[in-house]
């Protein structure tokens, strides 16, 4: 005969321990939905981009042209120089430098969402453009591409791109891409609900919002080089001179074959087609551009032609005798990054083409 209790009665009768549990299961979900959907909020996106928000959220004012991609543009691009050059040529000078190392194409793209969603697009977006496939930093070596701080600061609506940006990739990556930047998500969503970096974050109404700066999220002083950077540089240089003999120059090293093709390329294809789609829709131009290293390989002549098939507007990059500057170390703090002089340099060369351009 059954003793337990529950049965004789029909019903099952949930002990303290299970009342516990359950109580405890469904405060952690409650809890975890919390936090979530505070992830989601424009100061927890941005919580380790405090430049970027400012630019973005505590600005107001249509943007004169807004520069994405990685460290290298972010040393790249001066808004200064290109606002003045702007401002010579009676564009719309006010210009925001977003650039942050380590976004990846879907982050780039979510900022540019914000930044016409926040302020408006009056004038061009510069947008760097990896030809090669490891030049954005990420997570994994493999053919999938993935960027854990996309998952941190994207809102929901786009993580969901993740998946349609890889249609080459099996189901099972791109899942596995998908759950890792929600896990990701949860993870610096707990972080920075602690730390109080989200609190830098101030949420504005339009009135208290400051006048259409320009701004530059810079991370690094552009005239401070440090001995091992030096050394770098050095090292560079005396690489070159034993591959191409005394006095070389960047035009001596041959050029990197295109891989326009290849599936490591799809995620940063994708993402470019919907900015250049939001650019036509808002009648602004795109400008995407790849920023030379120290006597680094420059992409191949079929890269250009195959980019414009594929895009509709060109790969902007030095020619041969504007290349010919960036062999001079006068203009780089390392072998990847362009200096205060380099910035000024490279930012006066790509405002000359923005401003030859017809306005739409």
């Not at 994207?154 to 189901?171: G, H, N, Q």
């Not at 998908?178 to 602690?194: K, Q």
């Not at 890269?303 to 170390?329: C, H, M, N, V």
Request: proline share 8%; hydrophobic share 40%; aromatic share 10%.
């Amino acid at each position: 005969m059954s003793t337990d209790p529950s049965s004789s009665h029909g019903r099952y009768r949930p002990t303290r321990t299970n009342i516990v549990f359950g109580v405890f299961g469904l405060f952690s979900v409650v809890l975890v939905a919390l936090l979530l959907w505070w992830s989601d909020t424009a100061p927890a996106r941005y919580a380790v981009m405090p430049c970027q928000y400012n630019a973005i959220f505590e600005t107001a004012g249509p943007v004169g042209a807004v520069v994405l991609g990685s460290s290298r543009v972010q040393h790249a691009v001066s808004p200064p120089v290109l606002s003045a050059d702007l401002a010579a040529a009676g564009r719309p000078d006010n210009v925001i430098n977003l650039a942050r190392g380590g976004r990846g194409p879907e982050q780039l793209y979510q900022m540019l969402l914000d930044v016409d969603q926040q302020r408006g697009l009056q004038g061009p977006i510069i947008v760097e453009y990896s030809p090669q496939d490891t030049a954005f930093w990420r997570s994994t070596p493999l053919y999938y591409q993935t960027y854990p701080g996309f998952g941190a600061n994207a809102e929901f609506s786009s993580l969901a791109e993740d998946w349609r940006a890889k249609p080459r990739e099996p189901a099972y990556s791109r899942l596995r891409d998908l759950f890792g930047l929600l896990e990701y998500r949860l993870d610096a969503a707990i972080e920075n609900s602690t730390n109080g970096k989200a609190d830098r974050n101030r949420v504005l109404a339009d009135a208290e919002r400051d006048q259409s700066p320009t701004a530059w999220c810079q991370t690094k002083d552009l005239k401070a080089q440090s001995a091992g950077q030096r050394n770098q540089l050095r090292r560079a240089y005396a690489k070159a001179v034993r591959s191409y003999g005394t006095d070389p120059t960047p035009g001596d090293v041959p050029p990197v074959p295109s891989q326009l093709q290849v599936i490591n390329q799809d995620a940063q294809n994708h993402y470019l087609d919907l900015i250049i789609s939001l650019a036509k829709r808002r009648g602004v131009p795109v400008y995407p551009i790849v920023v030379p290293g120290f006597f680094e390989p420059a992409p191949s002549p079929a890269t250009f032609t195959e980019f414009k098939a594929r895009f509709g507007i060109p790969l902007l990059y030095p020619d041969s005798q504007e290349l010919a500057a960036y062999g001079d170390t006068t203009r780089f703090i390392d072998a990847f990054h362009l200096n205060l002089t380099g910035s000024e340099a490279y930012t006066d060369w790509l405002a000359s083409i923005i401003v030859q351009a017809p306005t739409s």
